[in-house]
């Protein structure tokens, strides 16, 4: 099974709002992954978990913030969000981060999220 | 600049022919990925290669890394179809957590 699943598949919000974003992935692995992709162009990392922790956060507002409960869990947190995030959000997992041969990433299918 | 150049950016070729994608850089790769992706949906792994000079087929899809680690080429044997999407090659940098820096992908029209 290699299969990282991620709700909702589309979101729609003001920017008022307060939603949470989901992954989940049962494959074992380690570390996980919030990529942010704007149309026509390749994903951003945005944040990656490693065993449980935040290791990376690229700078990332923080209107955008990541929880992971458990290893095979993945949120993402969103608050007061501009028009300028609509965009396609990516989770993906990988054994771990440290290994090239385990560093192979699978992704979610997306949440498409568009901020009126 | 991006680290990772990727050409050509777009491709529009009739049913039946053969293609070659690029992905070049000036740095040492310890591994590198190519994805398909389609719209909507999120990149899904066509192959990983590690090894400098490995060459990994996966039916009409043929994969090279180059033999410094630097380079990767996909090459697709009469297209169909069924290959139209956005392809991504993505390297992982040793020095960098083996985080994935990504090519600005090669989008492929295949006609029929």
């Known amino acids: 099974d290699t299969e990282v699943t991620q709700t909702p598949k589309h979101l729609v919000m003001g920017m008022t709002n307060k939603k949470s974003l989901k992954c989940e992935q049962h494959?074992?692995?380690?570390?996980m992954y919030w990529y942010k992709q704007k149309a026509k162009k390749p994903p951003e990392l945005m944040f990656v978990?490693?065993?449980?922790?935040?290791?990376i956060n690229e700078s990332v507002p923080s209107r955008f913030s990541p929880e992971c409960p458990n290893s095979s869990l993945l949120n993402l947190h969103l608050h007061a969000l501009q028009p300028e995030d609509s965009a396609l959000y990516l989770c993906?997992?990988?054994?771990?981060?440290?290994?090239?041969?385990?560093?192979?990433?699978?992704f979610g299918p997306g949440t498409r999220l568009t901020v009126l | 600049t991006q680290l990772l150049e990727q050409s050509p950016q777009f491709l529009s070729i009739q049913e039946g022919e053969n293609l070659t994608v690029y992905c070049n850089s000036s740095?040492?790769?310890?591994?590198l990925q190519w994805y398909r992706q389609e719209p909507g949906e999120g990149p899904v792994l066509l192959v990983t290669?590690?090894?400098?000079?490995e060459v990994k087929k996966l039916k009409r899809l043929t994969f090279q890394f180059g033999d410094a680690r630097k380079d990767s080429s996909l090459h697709i044997t009469a297209a169909q179809p069924g290959d139209t999407g956005l392809y991504l090659c993505?390297?992982?940098?040793?020095?960098?957590?083996?985080?994935?820096?990504f090519g600005g992908g090669t989008r492929l029209m295949v006609k029929p």
């Open positions: 740095s040492v790769f310890s591994s």
């Open positions: 494959m074992g692995h380690r570390a």
């Open positions: 993505a390297g992982a940098l040793h020095n960098a957590g083996n985080m994935l820096t």
């Open positions: 290669v590690v090894t400098g000079g």
């Open positions: 978990y490693s065993y449980e922790k935040l290791s």
């Open positions: 993906a997992s990988s054994q771990d981060t440290w290994s090239p041969t385990y560093n192979e990433q699978f």
